[in-house]
């Protein structure tokens, strides 16, 4: 089992940052894809990006690119999420996810694909 944890989330103005992080504990395994995800009223969720816990290459949905950036603390077995010029449409509850084996670059943004995930910690973003 694999528990995950995220927090960060809060109200912020439109252009501002936060960071998002997710604790993992547990057992643990060599190939894991940490992602996260996103939920907006009504909508499905939505891959907003990944990385690998071996190599840290990382993976980003078009609507977040050169905005958000993902990054790993081995030691501490955590994972961030830093959202930087937010903007009112990134308004979602976010979901950290783990996935235990080797997953290629397409099957890493489906939410289908990941084993465990986190409770979610709400962000909005004011216009």
């Known amino acids: 089992q694999v528990q995950l944890v995220e927090s960060g989330g809060g109200l912020v103005q439109a252009g501002g940052s936060l960071r998002l992080s997710c604790a993992a504990s547990?057992?643990?395994?060599?190939?894991?894809?940490m992602g996260w995800f996103r939920q907006a009223p009504g909508k499905e969720r939505e891959f907003v990006a990944a990385?690998?816990?071996?190599?840290?290459?990382?993976y980003f949905a078009d609507s977040v690119k050169g905005r958000f950036t993902i990054s790993r603390d081995n030691a501490k077995k955590t994972v961030y999420l830093q959202m930087n010029s937010l903007k009112p449409e990134d308004t979602a509850v976010y979901y950290c996810?783990?996935?235990?084996?080797?997953?290629?670059?397409?099957?890493?943004?489906?939410?289908?694909?990941?084993?465990?995930w986190g409770q979610g910690t709400q962000v909005t973003v004011s216009s």
């Open positions: 996810a783990v996935n235990t084996i080797y997953l290629n670059a397409q099957a890493l943004a489906v939410a289908n694909r990941y084993d465990y």
């Open positions: 547990g057992r643990t395994f060599g190939e894991y894809v």
């Open positions: 990385i690998r816990w071996i190599g840290g290459t990382t």
